[in-house]
């Protein structure tokens, strides 16, 4: 693959070179996808009619099923008052009966908000205040939490045909619909809230052709066809699950295992019985296998049906990479995205595995470039602020538009905030801008702190961040939260002469904190902001 930037400034351009030309013809165009999400389910008449599309704990659709399940839905949703413009919450677990309902919202031009069920009851309320929806629905057959939410809000309990039973709040007489968009392809279709870690959680508008470029990318760099049967295991309510697993798995005819909650025991079975192709993650859930196979003593696992491992979502650390490796016998692929792009920047190929932790070239038709603090692009090689634009960029921050102006220039270029190499045409995310800690007037970068401590055999997962040090003028200190393995000792006296043996001194943690467990995220990432408050007072 050719370079496709400027060896004087890291800006990468997918279309220069006629290498880069080739590369990205082979991707399918935007103009030649569907114009909307829900006109993928008409798109394979060579399918036989038997083909299925999703499959649940509560049993199968076709694809002729799931089609005829989603024009039932949307004639129930338009007589319960629902309008294009309107804003329709999902609350809800991984399900077929999800993928029905936003389908079935965004057909109307109204925008789904899918919420994971298992987020906190004041969480879901924050969404509820700030997108004001004409409807509330509970999926709750196979989520005991949706459940809980109904009775918190004293939803109607209704059984909807396709969908079976659910919970549904009294009509919004109040919301104000959006404006139609006259291209189907330019209209919202999905409202999804960010995570909150770093901050109150913001409404992400992403389009139909935001999610479908996704969805083609996604599909082709992993060559799927009719015949791939994809672990759904990651939540369908955040746009990974949504338009890299669900979108691309109905884009290529191909069938969708859902799971709606991880566990080592019963993805293991599932792989073996139902002869998975693909198992998409997030690290955590790779590091969960991991100790599952320790436990377990599994030194390999055998999966001959299985020929994609991918994660995305957090850091992958080298250490886990090299673990996971060795127990599937595959290469553990790596990709980078955030909400804002639907979310895929950079993705690494299946025919250019990598043995370091890159996520990979920029997907053919992403732009990507790295600054210096005063704007400059800085050289290949060195640490700069990722800015990125391309046909995955959200529509913007929904009610939010000095947030959105301040996120993405007038050029069209989106701040990642997160710090980034360029090396050979592959990103190496090195940490976030905010993160970045600064010692001895040295820059320490977190994930190079966690890479060496999760290196150490007792360590599951760490977290670094700063503190100002007491007594400095803007000096900071390195403090490291370690959690270790289940069954596995390490003293705080052992984790610190490990990390005097691989850093420079100046990047050793000025304290280590031991912590039974991370705060994680409902997708695996762990919450830096409630360890920040654990470390804003040094030790007495």
Known sequence: MGSGYSPGGSVYHRTVSM????????????????????DLLGSHPELPPDH?????????WTYTELEQAVRQTRTWLAASGVRAGDRVMIVSENCRAFAALAFAISSLDAWPVPVNARISAREIDEIRDHCDPRRIVYLTALSQRAKQHVERRGAQI???????????????????????EAAGA??????LYTSGTSGRPKGVMLTHANVLFIAAAASQIRSLTPKDRIYGVLPM???????????STLLRGATLFISSRFDPVAVQRDIEEHQLTVMLGVPSMFALLAEYARLKGITSFNFPSLRIISCSGAPLHRSLKEEVEGLFGMTLCHSYGLTECSPTVAQVRLDAPRRDTSVGPPLPGVEVKLVDPSGQCVPDGEVGELWTRGPNLMKGYYRAPEETAAAVNADGWFNTRDLAQLRGGNLFIVGRTKEMIVRFGFNVYPAEVENVLDAHPAVARSAVLGRAEQGTQGGEEVIAFVQLKDHEQATLAELSAHATRHLAPYKVPSQLILIREMPLTSTGKIRKDQLASLAAKPPS
Request: net charge negative.
């Open 237 to 247: 309510s955040h746009v990974v699950g949504f338009s890299a697993n669900l979108l």
């Open 19 to 38: 290498a880069e030309r080739t590369e990205t013809s082979r991707y399918p165009k935007p103009a030649s996808l569907p114009s909307r999400i829900a």
């Open 186 to 191: 330019d209209q919202v279709a999905l409202l």
């Open 52 to 60: 299925p599309a999703l499959i649940d704990a509560s049993g199968l």
């Open 158 to 180: 209704v059984d909807i045909p396709p969908l079976g039973s659910l919970g549904i709040s009294p009509l919004n007489e109040h919301a104000i619909p959006e404006k139609t």
